[in-house]
């Protein structure tokens, strides 16, 4: 019961958020891809809502109604998201290169691109090289921004040669709360060497900032990977549990 409220919280701020923005948008709809939704904050957590709140209906009503169907349905599904857990862990560290590869051509086609043209990658985007003090993707680093059509040298904005804001070291120098937008200006020049535009901005490309950082905190991450795993292991092992007891005074019953 508890999670079906979480659910339900979930999915009305998914909603919230969700129409927030697209009145930020004038109405308009930057959702045209499977990419764009991961990067849509507020359509995950309406994703995410709505599994939780479907697990949790299996598994609450299965166990009021004493229904071995729903209790079953719900461990099958418990079932099926542990395997696709194991198989995303097993991929990763199996073939740990072909996915940074991967997931580096796949950032810089979808997100380095579409930066300014979709707000949900932009601020996805921004928190991430902030976060991870990082900046582009793959070795290239900070040059990747020259793929994007507003910040490109030969670009004839105002933006022209430079890269985002949450790139710089200090994006916050002139106030603490309003960044500054061009503190990155001109570093995309064949002028401006790398060890230049590290003193301004950071350098390291965010695949390798972020896998960096996972190696860094290693047991934190096993810590939080076996919290999500217990519950569904022992979800999986009551709902057996109460089933067989369903089944068992049926058939005493000969029910």
């Known amino acids: 019961m508890l999670f079906w409220l979480i659910s339900w919280v979930l999915i009305a701020i998914g909603i919230w958020a969700y129409f927030a923005t697209q009145q930020y948008n004038s109405g308009t709809s930057d959702t045209k891809s499977l990419f764009d939704i991961f990067f849509d904050i507020s359509l995950l957590f309406i994703i995410f809502g709505s599994v939780i709140f479907l697990l949790a209906f299996l598994g609450?009503?299965?166990?009021?109604?004493?229904?071995?169907?729903?209790?079953?349905?719900?461990?099958?599904?418990?079932?099926?998201?542990?395997?696709?857990?194991?198989?995303?862990?097993?991929?990763?560290f199996a073939l740990s290169a072909t996915v940074r590869l991967k997931l580096q051509d796949i950032l810089k086609e979808e997100a380095v691109r579409d930066y300014r043209d979709n707000?949900?990658?932009?601020?996805?985007?921004?928190?991430?090289?902030?976060?991870?003090?990082?900046?582009?993707?793959?070795?290239?680093?900070?040059?990747?921004?020259?793929?994007?059509?507003?910040?490109?040298?030969?670009?004839q904005g105002f933006e022209a040669c430079s890269v985002?804001?949450?790139?710089?070291?200090?994006?916050?120098?002139?106030?603490?709360?309003?960044?500054?937008?061009?503190?990155?200006?001109?570093?995309?020049?064949?002028?401006?060497?790398?060890?230049?535009?590290?003193?301004?901005?950071?350098?390291?490309?965010?695949?390798?900032?972020?896998?960096?950082?996972?190696?860094?905190?290693?047991?934190?991450?096993?810590?939080?990977?076996?919290?999500i795993v217990i519950p569904q292991l022992l979800g999986i092992l009551l709902a057996k549990i109460l089933w067989s007891q369903i089944e068992d005074q049926k058939a005493r019953w000969g029910g």
């Open 60 to 92: 609450a009503i299965g166990s009021l109604r004493e229904n071995t169907c729903l209790l079953k349905t719900f461990a099958a599904f418990l079932i099926i998201i542990f395997l696709a857990e194991v198989a995303i862990v097993i991929a990763v």
């Open 164 to 227: 985002p804001y949450s790139c710089c070291i200090d994006p916050y120098t002139f106030d603490s709360e309003v960044a500054n937008t061009r503190c990155g200006a001109g570093v995309l020049e064949d002028t401006v060497s790398q060890a230049e535009a590290a003193a301004i901005i950071h350098t390291n490309g965010c695949v390798d900032a972020a896998i960096q950082t996972a190696k860094d905190n290693m047991f934190l991450i096993g810590g939080v990977g076996v919290g």
């Open 119 to 155: 707000i949900n990658t932009q601020n996805v985007i921004d928190w991430f090289q902030e976060t991870f003090e990082c900046c582009g993707v793959g070795s290239t680093g900070y040059k990747i921004w020259e793929e994007n059509k507003y910040f490109n040298c030969s670009s």
